[in-house]
Each structure stands twice: as C-alpha cells, then as structure tokens.
C-alpha cells in the first residue's frame, strides 16, 4: 500500500533531500513550499509527486494544501524554516516576529491540520525538524534557537495529546548539516575545516544523514518512539569536555 508525505520547505536543501528520500522509498510526496518555482521544479522530479505551493502560517492557505493533496498523509514533516542573523540586542521586532511566524507558528498550523485528519482516520506520524541549537544557542542566531527549543516543546505536548489516537509526534535535531540555511556559512573553507574538527565524528552532516533520520523514525523499527527528539549530530552536542584542556 501507498504511503503518503508531505514535506514543508522541501523547495530546497534538507526539505528536498526528504521529499528525495521518501519518493526512492515509494511514498507519494506533497512537496510543500512558499516558493511555487521551487516547489515544481523538486516536484516534477519526482514520481507521483504534488507540488503545493502555501505560507505554512497561513491556515487557510494550509488547509487549502492539504486538501489538493488529495489523501491524508501518512507523515508529514516540517521542515520549513528561516532564520535572521544577528545579535538579540541589535534584532529588529519585525526580524524576531518573522522567525517566530515561519518557524514556531508555521509548525503548529501544519501540525494541527495534520493531527486533525490524522486523528479522524486513527493512525500518522509528524515529524518536526528542530535544531542542537534548540539545546545550545549559538551567538548572533536571532529568534533561531527560541524557536527551535519550543518547537521541541510542542512536539512532547503534540506526542502526549495526539498519541492516544495513533498518531505519532516526534522530532529531528540536525547539527552542522552542509545544506540549507546553512550553505553560505560553510563556502569558507576555514569555517568548514574549523566545524568538521569539532565533530567528534570529524564531518559535517549532510541533508541525507536528516532524511535517513526521518525515515528511520517512520519505519515499522520505530513504532513504539512518540515524543521523541532524535539528535544527528555526529556527537558534538556531548563534546563540550572534549573541546577543553583537562587540569
């Protein structure tokens, strides 16, 4: 039997790493986007996909996705995202806001319409992508890193809410991944070299290593796993001690 995805912000980067993944492994995928180019491009690519073009804040426009999918999706994931750089003292309201619309708010009206029909039909799984910023802020990363941690918020209180209806909540937490947002920091090479030395597995990731990650947590090995925030990060959220001289 068929299963149905729809993958938020998968015109690009992790988000169409994704929506690659579940294609290959015979879903059928919403490639879901606010960029109507993008999300075409990524889904004519792909076999049986459907390109749906909506601001995932917009609940109307949200709903309106769901509805042209066609089928109630078996998993859904959001992966969409912004960020804006920048000191939180030097931050513009209007920058905060912006992060908090698309990231945190975005997540809930997808989420919520996915519960909704999930939870008519008994049985699905959401998979929200979060960040190891959720769990160690970095400097100048804005609203970013606010975001992300109650985004792993809502994914527990999503897991405990939805689950006695069969659907499952759990979420991703990429580390250094070599895609997306996070391109134009690694076209340094010093950058580059700098990061991949404080991972204790001595790489960057890449988008496959996150998708690999959803489809794992969405395989019949992951059933009994709600709630949950899986770290791919290749250890560098537990390396503090490493990186400093002992006495």
Not at 105 to 112: A, D, E, I, K, P
């Amino acid at each position: 039997m068929t299963r149905h995805a729809i993958v938020t912000g998968a015109g690009h980067g992790i988000g169409a790493a994704i929506a690659r993944r579940l294609a290959a492994a015979g879903y059928r995928v919403g490639v879901f986007d606010i960029d109507p180019a993008r999300t075409a491009a990524i889904a004519v690519a792909l076999p049986d996909a459907v390109a749906l073009t909506a601001d995932v804040a917009d609940e109307d426009q949200v709903r309106a996705a769901f509805d042209a999918f066609g089928a109630t999706p078996d998993l859904v994931v959001n992966n969409a995202g912004i960020v804006r750089f920048g000191a939180l003292v030097d931050q513009s309201v209007a920058d905060f806001a912006a992060t908090v619309r698309v990231n945190l708010l975005g997540c809930y009206v997808v989420s919520r319409e996915a519960a909704r029909r999930m939870l008519s039909r008994g049985a699905g799984h959401i998979v929200n992508i979060t960040s190891i910023n959720s769990r160690t802020p970095g400097p100048g990363a804005g609203a970013y890193p606010a975001t992300k941690a109650a985004i792993a918020q809502l994914t527990r209180q999503m897991a405990i809410e939805c689950g006695p209806g069969g659907v499952r909540v759990n979420a991703i937490s990429p580390g250094f991944i070599d895609a997306g947002m996070s391109e134009p920091i690694y076209q340094d090479p010093q950058t580059r070299a700098s990061r991949a030395a404080g991972v204790p597995l001595k790489r960057l990731g890449t988008a496959d290593d996150i998708a690999s990650a959803v489809l794992y947590l969405d395989s019949d090995n992951a059933t009994y796993i709600n709630g949950h925030e899986l770290v791919v990060d290749g250890g560098v959220v537990h390396s503090l001690l490493a990186q400093l001289p002992r006495i």
